[in-house]
């Protein structure tokens, strides 16, 4: 008795500093502060958030817990990557939206975003869709769409089901001999209480003590602070070293990169990925027949990019991918507004806050009806 009671009286303070560094640092929000507890503030008191970027932040399950806070339906959804983000509820005149848009999008994302609104029950009036030439470089997707994979999956199954003619495509055959219904997604953002005392969340939060890094973000009605903000409706309003950034600055960023042969995500693009194409076809289909007003939107390079993306043969593939577009358009009959040719909207270097994201007050300028 005396020996467990040796070994407890030991090893309690060790419990403890895991728990204490577990909670003080909270990487990756489970303990003191969650997304859950973000998207009330956001939601529930039209609160804007600081300091996520600062603690590296998940969008994405951000994301899910501001929509699955939310009432009722919005009028107008947006979705897509970083290069939407800045699209305002002030843009589009009405309260009911909200910008969807995630960074390092890919088409499994749109999926995603998707399948929590059809799980939820949440499909908007109008949707408008941003869609990046990268989008079908298969190439270069990512892992990040993986935190809402069960959502992708649950969406990829209503898409096939909707093809089939049916609700949803049956899961494989079980040892019944019976198919099973797709089960509805479940993804915490919310406490995980097995990280207060996680030994491997333990030894990742030690290495971030150093550089004084943890979760921590603060409330404000402020709409641009000077820091990253993320917005109640979903936009963002980037920090004030970016909203005043020297032209000269952007010019010599994108000279780099066209020096070294890279625009983003584009790079190895041989073709377009097929597949991808076919699931944006199909989401498209399956929001139109059910009531959503789908609006496609293609956002445009800097007059440098572009100019380098014509003269570069391993990127005329962009211009395959616009065109596809527009015909993907006129087949689903929904409106395509913008173009990745920047001079539809006369979009100069003096408007973007770096490389590839045009400044907020030049959003709409972008964002004209071409067929």
């Known amino acids: 008795m005396r020996k467990w009671l040796k070994a407890a009286l030991f090893l309690l303070p060790l419990f403890c500093m895991v728990a204490a560094v577990n909670w003080y640092v909270d990487s990756y929000a489970y303990l003191r502060i969650t997304y859950d507890q973000i998207g009330g503030q956001m939601i529930g008191n039209s609160m804007n958030v600081a300091g996520l970027e600062e603690s590296d932040f998940n969008d994405r ?81 990512n892992d990040r769409w993986k ?19 049916g609700s949803a495509r049956p899961e494989p055959m079980d040892g019944s001999g019976t198919a099973k219904e797709p089960e509805a997604p479940s993804v915490s953002t919310g406490t995980d209480a097995r990280k207060w005392l996680s030994l491997d969340y333990f030894r990742y939060n030690v290495t971030l003590l150093p550089e004084g890094k943890r979760f921590d973000v ?6 641009q602070t000077e820091q990253y903000l993320k917005h109640y409706d979903g936009s963002i309003a980037y920090q004030r070293t970016l909203r005043e ?36 076809s199909a989401l498209i289909a399956y929001l139109s027949d059910r009531g959503v007003e789908v609006i496609l939107y293609l956002p445009p390079y800097s007059p440098m990019m572009y100019n380098y993306i014509e003269s570069a043969g391993q990127y005329q593939i962009t211009f395959q991918v616009e065109e596809r577009v527009k015909q993907l358009a006129k087949e689903q009959g929904v409106p395509l507004y913008g173009s990745y040719d920047p001079a539809g909207c006369g979009l100069e270097m003096t408007d973007l806050y770096d490389i590839y994201h045009v400044k907020t007050e030049k959003m709409m300028d972008t964002f004209y009806l071409v067929n």
């Not at 390092?104 to 408008?128: R, W």
């Not at 603060?218 to 709409?223: C, F, G, I, K, L």
Request: negative net charge; hydrophobic residues 40%.
């Open 147 to 165: 935190e809402l994979e069960e959502y992708a999956v649950y969406m990829e199954a209503q898409l096939e089901g909707a093809d089939a003619g």
């Open 61 to 141: 399950k951000l994301l899910l817990a501001c929509l699955k806070q939310q009432k009722e339906a919005k009028k107008l959804i947006v979705a897509g990557s970083s290069r939407v983000m800045n699209f305002e509820y002030g843009m589009f005149g009405t309260d009911s939206f909200y910008n969807t848009g995630l960074s390092e999008s890919t088409i499994y994302d749109l999926l995603a975003v998707t399948g929590i609104l059809v799980e939820e029950n949440k499909l908007p009036e109008k949707m408008l869709i941003g869609v990046d030439a990268f989008l079908f470089n298969a190439s270069h997707n």
């Open 245 to 280: 950034v020297d032209v000269q600055e952007v010019e010599e960023l994108t000279r780099q990169s066209i020096e070294e042969q890279v625009v983003y995500r584009m790079t190895d693009f041989k073709e377009i990925d097929e597949e991808s194409m076919r699931l944006l």
């Open 218 to 223: 603060s409330y404000t009605r402020d709409w």
